[in-house]
């Protein structure tokens, strides 16, 4: 590749790593610098759904619910190895009351003022009723009426909830998504630049120039802003573009405690204030619980789950929970940075979470992303290219749908088959593991272990099954070059692993990166 490329990317989150490989399969020439690991901030850190936003319909934000409802049987088809079905049970409790300001609230308010805010049971319907419909499901099932007496879904509750209601939404590995689309765009020719933060963007002539911190410049026919929470930074400290448009940086954070109730489903709670929370099954033997919405001031990187917002989710949960959910059992904590399009909503719940594409065409384009979920973060890229194309005319039409991710060329109901053939071809591997890497490489875990007979023909283990082999693949496929990205990003087994482990597996990284 020279030096001027069609595309040159800020950005190796979601929506960066999307954009690069829409692009890079239209037939572009792509370049994307990532100031430190692909996933390492905000698109980390979600709440790891494909999921239409169930409470975004108080908000009317029916476009977004209905692209996103959309978009999670797409997602789910292409990707059966890191996105699988989850029910989400709600119960019914008559004490919970709306965000306060939501179109929907007000509206109840006037219709039904003795009602004090609260959910009444028929509106939940109708939500639910929506939400089945608005997408075109084929593959999820709807939802359904649910008893919380003497079952499952109801055991680990207090005796108060006595009915639910039980819908489908889809579990994604955050990170893996981010990884594996920059694996291939990479494929499709893309340059992935990890570790490498873009200094300055000026327009000169017909091209931007793009300076490099290290020194490098690379010339470019259009400049993507995909910088995340760092968006406006890039917007006026990287290109120094005239814009009003401003970022609302709002912290999401979660807990993680060891695993709550036995079953598979997740639980959607709402609370007093209005807001809603979900626990849902982790990493097997863990319950994930979150989010808060807050608005964030400082460094995206400081963004931490505070004490004060541990105390909230735990309080939160336990209004459901039998057994309390107290700080004391909170293994982990991460909290992200959502960069929200600032629409002046009075409140960081109440903003908008849609996506906004603004096109800087003052010369050379220069196309600037602000907010964006998960879950439309294909149609976005989508989007993208659309302001672009009239740059680009020798481009290609879009073609993502349909197309799976590395590893993901199975069926969506594949993945048992996966897991027995995997063992047939090494008897070594027992159930836990083979299922832990069909779940993060899908087929490509075959390419992976390629000729090993043994545990000791994968190399060193560094613990929790991870070995040699597979950071070596994680380095050379997947732009992993530290032990955080392994065990935090491109998996989560720093949950299972000690300091020490990880420290020995970074020395190790370190002495492989050196040698190459």
């Known amino acids: ?52 936003g169930l409470r975004y319909l108080e908000y009317l934000e029916i476009r977004l619910v209905r692209e996103a409802l959309k978009e999670r049987e797409v997602l789910l088809r292409a990707m059966p190895h890191i996105s699988w079905p989850m029910r989400f049970v709600l119960p019914l409790d008559p004490h919970m009351t709306f965000e306060s300001d939501t179109p929907v609230s007000k509206a109840l308010a006037l219709l039904m003022p003795w009602n004090k805010g609260h ?32 079952t499952p879904e109801g055991a680990p509750l207090k005796d108060r909830l006595q009915k639910a209601y039980e819908y489908s939404d889809c579990w994604v590995e955050d990170a893996r998504l981010v990884s594996l689309n920059a694996r291939d765009a990479a494929i499709r020719g893309a340059e992935i630049m990890v570790g490498t933060r873009v200094a300055e963007a000026a327009r000169d002539g017909d091209l931007w120039r793009v300076s490099l911190d290290d020194g490098r410049v690379f010339h470019a026919r259009a400049l993507v802003n995909a910088g995340g929470p760092w968006v406006g930074s890039v917007i006026r400290d990287v290109a120094h573009l005239d814009s009003r448009e401003t970022v609302r940086l709002v912290r999401g954070s979660h ?44 460094s995206p990187l400081e963004a931490e789950c505070t004490p004060e917002e ?3 989710l735990c309080r939160f949960a336990s209004e459901y929970f039998a057994k309390p959910v107290s700080p004391d059992q909170i293994v982990w904590t991460y909290s992200g940075v959502r960069p929200l399009y600032d629409d002046g909503a009075k409140s960081a719940t109440a903003a908008t979470r849609d996506y906004v594409l603004s096109l800087d065409d003052k010369g ?45 060329d199975f069926p969506v109901d594949g993945v048992a088959a996966l897991i027995n053939g995997l063992r047939t071809a090494h008897p070594f591997l027992d159930d836990a593991w083979a299922t832990r890497l069909v779940r993060a490489y899908g087929t490509d875990a075959q390419a992976m272990l390629a000729g090993a ?54 020395d190790w990284m370190s002495q492989k990166r050196a040698a190459a």
């Open 1 to 52: 590749m020279s030096d001027t490329t069609d595309l040159f990317i800020i950005g190796g989150g979601i929506n960066g790593c999307g954009i690069a490989r829409d692009a890079a399969g239209r037939g572009l020439s792509v370049r994307l610098a990532e100031m430190g690991d692909l996933a390492q901030a905000t698109s980390s850190k979600s709440t790891k759904l494909f999921h239409g």
């Open 119 to 150: 959910r009444p049971n028929f509106l939940i319907r109708a939500g639910l009723f929506l939400y089945d419909n608005l997408g075109g499901r084929k593959i999820l099932p709807g939802t359904r009426s649910l008893s919380l007496r003497g």
């Open 255 to 298: 807990i993680v405690v060891p695993r709550l109730y036995d079953h598979d489903k997740a639980y959607f709670f709402q609370g007093h204030d209005g807001r809603i929370i979900f626990a849902i099954p982790y990493q097997t033997d863990f319950t994930l619980i979150g989010t808060t919405d807050r608005d964030h001031h400082g």
């Open 310 to 312: 541990q105390d909230y």
């Open 364 to 408: 050379v384009p220069c196309l600037n992303v602000f907010g964006g979920k998960i879950t439309t973060y294909r149609r976005l890229a989508e989007h993208a290219m659309d302001k672009l194309v009239a740059h680009f005319p020798h481009a290609d039409k879009a073609w993502t749908a349909g197309t799976p991710l590395p590893g993901g």
């Open 453 to 506: 007979g043994s545990a000791a023909d994968l190399g060193r283990d560094f613990g929790a099954t991870l070995t040699e082999a597979e950071v070596e693949w994680l380095m050379r496929h997947e732009f992993a070059r530290h032990a955080d990205d392994v065990v935090w990003r491109r998996s989560k087994l720093g949950l299972r692993l000690t300091a020490a482990q990880i420290a020995e597996l970074d």
